[in-house]
T-cell receptor
């Protein structure tokens, strides 16, 4: 079955700097890759996703890149702000299968 | 559009007891997936219900069971509770069963087993 790894487990950046979180997956048939942000005590919120027919997707300060050959995808946050501090989860899914989540990255944006 | 809701928000049980958690899917969604999120970990897939039928199951024992109703709301039942069942239980709703559609999470139920 699918296995998703995520790095780093914790990340601290200065406000205004960029943050990058990387995930690798094992099932080459996976074709949908969402990213979720979970603030303390709250539900995971979908922030961006990418499908396997696309290499990059942007939404304001957030972007996701996908390398199907290497089976990895990354979340990029530019101009980080204190409110970006949260735990970020990546996930991978193959059609007809369930979502498999990474273990999470705790991002701290220092003012 | 109504978001995903869950009840109760918190629950305390003792070992061996049984618990039922509830989830109302987002308006227009016909699929509910349940996840267990232990502290400091990512959500682990328990099972999914699509049009009132189980549509996929993760690596959880049979004492974890579920149900989906005609209005697409869902229940998660856990029998013979164990200490390791303490976790945040999340449901997520989506459209179309196992298709690659976005899923949206509810706020979760925090279960503590003593």
């Amino acid at each position: 079955g699918e296995n998703v790894e995520q790095h780093p487990s914790t990340l601290s950046v200065q406000e205004g700097d960029s943050a990058v979180i990387k995930c690798t997956y094992s099932d080459s048939a996976s074709n949908y890759f969402p990213w979720y942000k979970q603030e303390l005590g709250k539900r995971p919120q979908l922030i961006i996703d990418i499908r396997s027919n696309v290499g990059e997707k942007k939404d304001q300060r957030i972007a996701v890149t996908l390398n199907k050959t290497a089976k990895h995808f990354s979340l990029h946050i530019t101009e980080t702000q204190p409110e970006d501090s949260a735990v970020y989860f990546c996930a991978a899914k193959n059609y007809g299968q369930n979502f498999v989540f990474g273990p999470g990255t705790r991002l701290s944006v220092l003012p | 559009e109504t978001g995903v809701t869950q009840s109760p928000t918190h629950l305390i049980k003792t070992r061996g007891q049984q618990v039922t958690l509830r989830c109302s899917s987002q308006s227009g969604h016909n699929t509910v997936s349940w996840y267990q999120q232990a502290l400091g970990q990512g959500p682990q897939f328990i099972f999914q219900y699509y049009r009132e039928e189980e549509n996929g199951r993760g690596n959880f024992p049979p004492r974890f069971s579920g149900l989906q109703f005609p209005n697409y709301s869902s229940e998660l039942n856990v029998n013979a509770l164990e200490l390791d069942d303490s976790a945040l239980y999340l449901c997520a709703s989506s459209l179309g069963g196992s298709t690659d559609n976005e899923q949206f999470f509810g706020p979760g139920t925090r279960l503590t087993v003593l």
